[in-house]
């Protein structure tokens, strides 16, 4: 069973960046596509960022330009820097997974990290 574990969520200023990670406990090549989502207060949770084992990519438009995801194969973790943070970046961050499994798309996800955006 591989596990999703995100890092890198923290406070900082609009404008700011930050970097998230997931790594996964086994190769993220069994994923047919992985991604970052998140979650606001009362919202639900909501698809930031895609990314296949190719390389190809695929973003909200909310953070289009300001945000970018990749991966580094040899090491299994998914990155997600963000750039220009807005206050409605505020979320709870979530790594997500998929897996086809006996023809059956089965979805891993990560505990979260938290990224509060302050004015």
């Known amino acids: 069973q591989v596990q999703l574990a995100e890092s890198g969520g923290g406070l900082v200023q609009a404008g700011g960046s930050l970097r998230l990670s997931c790594a996964a406990s086994g190769s993220i090549f069994s994923f047919y596509v992985m991604g970052w989502y998140r979650q606001a207060p009362g919202n639900q949770r909501e698809l930031v960022a895609t990314i296949t084992p190719s390389g190809s990519t695929n973003y909200a438009d909310s953070v289009k330009g300001r945000f970018t995801i990749s991966r580094d194969n040899a090491k299994d973790i998914v990155y997600l820097q963000m750039n220009s943070l807005k206050p409605e970046d505020t979320a709870i961050y979530y790594c997500?997974?998929?897996?086809?499994?006996?023809?059956?798309?089965?979805?891993?996800w990560g505990q979260g990290t938290q990224v509060t955006v302050s004015s």
């Open positions: 997500g997974g998929d897996k086809l499994v006996r023809g059956a798309t089965l979805k891993y």
